[in-house]
């Protein structure tokens, strides 16, 4: 269950929290894609693409997250990590054979436009998202959802969100930042938190890594 938090205006806010089984590797924020020059994000260092991509100098920025549906054929699937990438190049969703890849939800903003595509593995449905704040988890804009539902008004009240994601991991399905320990033995947890303002005089960027005791990481473009 991942997270995306989206203020509409000037500027824009934008907030990712990215959950997902901790000993999958990855890599913090950079310009890793020399196909993709200047775009900045956190690299999933198995598949090679990104949960949150942002690109300072269009002002854009494009967040994926999981979907529910019907998953790709294991013989054609390809990883969902490029289409965040695709998306701040094009400034629409990308242009490829969505039936490759598993259910996802891709929130694409620049200054003027905040939209959302979802596709389920059958059918792709494409929305602005509404002014104002918004929260969008792995079943889409879902204002019944239970971290929704309790943090949505947080976030709207909040002149910082910094301080929304302070608490500590809980598997709480309510929970913002969550963790939890599975038979198996393995952690799927919330790595990671990437806040993105966009506005026309210039981009911010601020990456925390949740898994590094130093904490935050802050950069700016």
């Not at 969902?80 to 990438?85: A, E, I, V, W």
Request: with cysteine.
């Amino acid at each position: 269950m991942c997270t995306v938090i989206v203020k509409t205006g000037q500027p824009l806010t934008l907030m990712g929290v990215r959950d997902e089984f901790a000993d999958r590797p990855w890599e913090g924020p950079g310009e890793h894609w020399p196909e993709h020059p200047g775009v900045l994000g956190g690299r999933d260092l198995k598949a090679g693409g990104t949960w949150l991509a942002v690109d300072p100098a269009r002002r854009r920025a494009a967040a994926l997250l999981n979907g529910h549906g019907r998953p790709a054929a294991e013989a054609t699937k390809i990883s969902r990590g490029d289409l965040p990438l695709l998306a701040v190049a094009a400034n629409d969703l990308p242009d490829v054979d969505l039936t490759r890849y598993d259910p996802f939800h891709l929130l694409l903003a620049d200054l003027t436009r905040v939209r959302l595509f979802g596709w389920d593995g059958e059918r792709l449905s494409a929305a602005d998202v509404p002014d104002g704040t918004s929260m969008i988890v792995n079943t889409g804009l879902n204002p019944e959802h239970e971290r929704v539902a309790a943090f949505r008004p947080r976030f709207e009240d909040a002149a910082d969100w910094r301080e929304l994601i302070a608490a500590a991991p809980s598997a709480d399905p309510a929970a913002l930042i969550i963790r939890h320990e599975l038979p198996d033995g393995r952690v799927f947890a919330s790595l990671s938190v990437t806040l993105v303002t966009l506005a026309a005089e210039g981009v911010t960027y601020e990456f925390t890594d949740l898994t590094a005791d130093s904490g935050r990481i802050g950069s700016k473009a």
